[in-house]
């Protein structure tokens, strides 16, 4: 699959559920995220693969100038309907990582957790990222490794899909790679992280990610017969591999790459 058809599909996929419940379980490296970048007020914030919203919020109350990007038009419309519930100017459009609608060092902050390393083309995406952020400007992206947890599930999740994507995201998880990625144009920090998921069951993981993540949904919705089987491998995984004194305690490694742009 090229990358412009995978991209097609993703539009639709990434929107396909109420992710902003997916967006609660990430709240640790929300909240991280914001604050390794100290946002001054006025700051031009640029937060890609923004979701729903969860970054752009933060940085918003904060007081940063912000504006939020996401290839998934649903996810964008939720993001405005909360910013409009909450009071908050955030210019919120729909967008591609690897082809930014914005000026050269256009930002003083870019930012993208477990967001930019989705969007296919790694090149394109990194060289975007350091046009757009000024010579000074900040940037901090979390990407989940390629054996962490969130690696573990999309293996467990791979059986079941049609084809292999022409890229990996979990290269975004790799430090060399972000290094050959990023190094020329940004000072690099790598910190490897853990976010912790607790769920009372394997069951009730299945039901959050197949109601609200919105690649799990799309995946079981699209087996037919086979969608119990990918279920019953859900909760599985989750009871064999991560349950602890009667829950399931799911560890989620992550790159923490913070960056200032030469
Ligand atoms: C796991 S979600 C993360 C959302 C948000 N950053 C957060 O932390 O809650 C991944 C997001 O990447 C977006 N995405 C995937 N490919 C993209 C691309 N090429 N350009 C922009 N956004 C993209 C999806 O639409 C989805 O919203």
């Known amino acids: 699959m090229s990358f412009a058809a995978l991209k097609e599909k993703q539009s639709v996929i990434w929107g396909n559920g109420p992710y902003q419940r997916i967006a609660e379980t990430l709240t640790d490296i929300h909240e991280l995220t914001v604050e390794k970048m100290h946002p001054q007020g006025g700051e031009r914030w640029l937060d890609l693969a923004c979701g729903t919203g969860a970054i752009a919020e933060r940085a918003a109350a904060a007081g940063a100038d912000v504006t939020g990007i996401d290839l998934a038009p649903a996810l964008i419309d ?6 409009s519930e909450r009071g908050l100017q955030i210019d919120y459009q729909v967008g591609d990582c690897e082809d930014l609608a914005f000026d050269d060092a256009s930002f003083d902050i870019a ?31 979390a990407n989940w490794t390629p054996d962490g947890g969130l690696g573990r599930m999309f293996k467990m999740m791979a059986p079941f899909q049609a084809a292999p994507p022409p890229s990996s995201p979990f290269d975004w998880g790799r430090p060399d790679r972000v290094r050959e990625l990023l190094g020329d144009a940004f000072d690099l920090q790598i910190d490897e ?18 109601s609200s993540y919105g690649p799990t949904k799309t995946l079981a919705e699209s087996l037919g017969d086979r969608r119990e089987e990918f279920h019953a491998a859900w909760v599985d995984f989750f009871e064999n591999e991560y349950a ?10 992550y790159l923490m790459i913070t960056g200032t742009r030469r």
Do not use: N
């Open 78 to 83: 939720t993001a405005q309907q909360r910013a």
């Open 244 to 253: 602890r004194d009667g829950k399931i305690v799911h560890p989620r490694e």
């Open 193 to 210: 992280r853990v976010s912790t998921l607790t769920m009372p069951d394997g069951e009730a993981y299945w039901q959050l990610f197949s």
């Open 111 to 141: 930012s993208s957790t477990c967001g930019i390393m989705f969007a296919p083309d790694h090149e394109a995406s990194a060289r975007e990222l350091a046009r757009v952020v000024r010579p000074g400007g900040r940037i901090a992206l």
